[in-house]
């Protein structure tokens, strides 16, 4: 998940989600694993919403280039929007030889409902959302903004 201040994400050349430019909102990829299910694509939806990485007001401590010390706000604090984009290669293993091995990804199958359900969960709580397009060829464009980059585990 990365905090940003614009992103869009584009499949055969048409923008498909968006985060308004001088937005701050969040890019959330999601990966799914064979032992995700229902239960914590909502646990994830809860967390995406409510974790405070997020800031309302730019601050002397943004200035000074800790963006640490600014992450304050959840997007529900202050309705940031989201772009939702499913990334098996979060579950990418390189443990072995040069060639990632993607055995830990769920297939389509499971997955995409999984990824559909985080969704529809984030809109249940307030969010609202805006998505790539599942097993699609994207083009995801972002600023990040700090950097700030976090893994959320559920």
């Known amino acids: 998940m990365q905090r940003v201040s614009r992103a869009s994400v584009t499949v055969d050349g048409q923008i498909v989600g968006q985060i308004q430019p001088n937005t701050q ?3 959330v990829y999601v990966g799914v694993t064979h032992s995700d299910d229902r239960g914590r694509a909502h646990e994830l939806a809860r967390k995406v919403w409510t974790l405070r990485i997020l800031n309302d007001h730019k601050s002397d401590d943004q200035a000074s280039g800790d963006s640490a010390s600014t992450a304050e706000k959840s997007a529900s604090d ?15 293993d390189t443990v072995k030889g040069r060639r990632p091995s993607w055995s830990a990804a769920a297939p389509r199958a499971v997955a995409e409902p999984l990824v559909d359900e985080v969704v529809a969960r984030l809109r249940e709580l307030g969010a609202t959302v805006e998505t790539g397009r599942f097993g699609a060829h994207m083009y995801v464009e972002s600023i990040n903004d700090g950097p700030f980059t976090v893994s959320v585990e559920v």
């Open 78 to 92: 202050i309705d940031a929007p989201l772009l939702v984009i499913s990334q098996f290669t979060l579950y990418g």
């Open 25 to 27: 909102g969040l890019v």
